[in-house]
């Protein structure tokens, strides 16, 4: 596949890391994937590069990463088959997706099997970048937070924000941390109507349209975890957003 570079450009590092954060980055374009890991590298990750989803998928295996870049159309395993494998060994890291494709069914595929993000080619590095700090800051807990209590009583539920957890009497689910953050913003407005726009600032830092189509694929799974207490529900506000209630 070819793409257009003209979003690339290199730029000076402002990031200096005691401990390089490690990116899992799968790119079957070889001139594309050679741009964007040298940017990441001169920004201070370590990054792996592979050039199919099988080559990826056995680097995870064998190694720890803190976030994974993923394209949708790679050889051998695509970027969502790779995804859905990941998530069933770690519910936790990052999965960022490259896509060509302006098709929101695509995308809601890909945040539908756990992904966190997506970045539409061409994109710029700074974009990139940004993308990657957002992620990387809100998955690693820091020992402040460790000793900050982040548990949260919905109806029968305990969710914790921190460990990314919802318990229900003996089962506990894994959450992502999109899913993690989105419920905890539910959590600090319980009872309370929310606006679509308010949540997605809160949450996203943004509120274009394609992230507020996700928001819905957010919300769709969160009602899926609370469905064993039919006292716990979050209720569409028509023309304004949704209402966690406890009953």
């Not at 590092?13 to 590298?41: C, Y």
């Not at 790779?82 to 519910?91: P, V």
């Amino acid at each position: 596949m070819q793409f257009s570079f003209l979003h690339f450009t290199y730029i000076i590092p402002f990031i200096f890391m005691q401990e390089k954060s490690k990116i899992l980055f799968a790119e079957d374009d070889v001139s594309l994937g050679f741009v964007t890991k040298d940017n990441l590298e001169l920004q201070g990750y370590a990054v792996t590069h592979c050039e199919n989803g099988q080559i990826a998928w056995e680097s995870f295996k064998q190694q720890e990463f803190d976030l994974c870049i993923f394209d949708v159309m790679l050889p051998k395993l695509d970027g969502f088959a790779l995804a859905k494998q990941i998530r069933a060994e770690n519910q936790n890291i990052p999965i960022l997706f490259l896509t060509a494709k302006s098709l929101k069914e695509d995308k809601l595929a890909g945040l539908r099997i756990g992904a966190d993000d997506y970045i539409t080619k061409p994109f710029s590095i700074e974009e990139l970048v940004l993308k990657i700090e957002i992620f990387l800051k809100r998955s690693k807990i820091t020992q402040s937070e460790k000793n900050t209590v982040s548990q949260f009583k919905i109806g029968n539920y305990i969710f914790d924000h921190t460990n990314l957890t919802l318990k229900y009497m003996e089962t506990k689910q894994q959450l992502t941390q999109r899913e993690a953050d989105v419920l905890k913003y539910f959590c600090q407005n319980m009872n309370s109507v929310l606006r679509r726009d308010d949540i997605l600032m809160n949450v996203w830092g943004d509120d274009d349209y394609f992230i507020g189509r996700s928001l819905d694929v957010f919300i769709s799974r969160l009602r899926k975890y609370l469905k064993n207490d039919t006292n716990v529900s979050i209720e569409n506000i028509h023309s304004v957003g949704f209402k966690m209630m406890v009953r």
